[in-house]
């Protein structure tokens, strides 16, 4: 059984990947200044990249969770999704409300997704 991890660090890699399936840890924004539009983006550029750093892309995305702290975001969050998401390939997905470990991001997306 091989895993690979991606970008290990003390606490949590950035992605493990195994048995053709990828899985990221939690994204959020480093420019917490930004309002939900701009730190959506900005995680959804992060999962981008991870994915094809992975060797996959946003079209094979099996699960996603997203968690925002204020569903009167939820309209601004779906806004940046609705143009990110591949057509065709909506994956399903949960968002839930939650508290989040750094008070200044708005939004963290957990994705699964197998390889290409």
Not at 3 to 27: C, D, F, M, P, W
Not at 31 to 40: K, L
């Amino acid at each position: 059984m091989e895993i690979t991890r991606l970008h290990v660090g003390k606490r949590l890699s950035e992605a493990a990947i195994h048995n053709g399936t990828v899985y990221l840890a939690g994204q959020v924004a480093v420019d917490t200044a930004a309002d939900i539009v701009g730190q959506t983006r900005e995680v959804l550029d992060h999962v981008d990249r991870l994915l094809m750093e992975a060797g996959s892309d946003k079209s094979c995305i099996l699960m996603c969770q997203i968690f925002i702290t204020d569903m009167a975001n939820f309209a601004g969050m779906n806004e940046v999704w609705d143009e990110w998401v591949t057509g065709g390939h909506s994956p399903p997905r949960a968002t839930v409300e939650a508290k989040l470990a750094d008070p200044a991001c708005l939004v963290e997306i957990v994705v699964t997704a197998a390889l290409r």
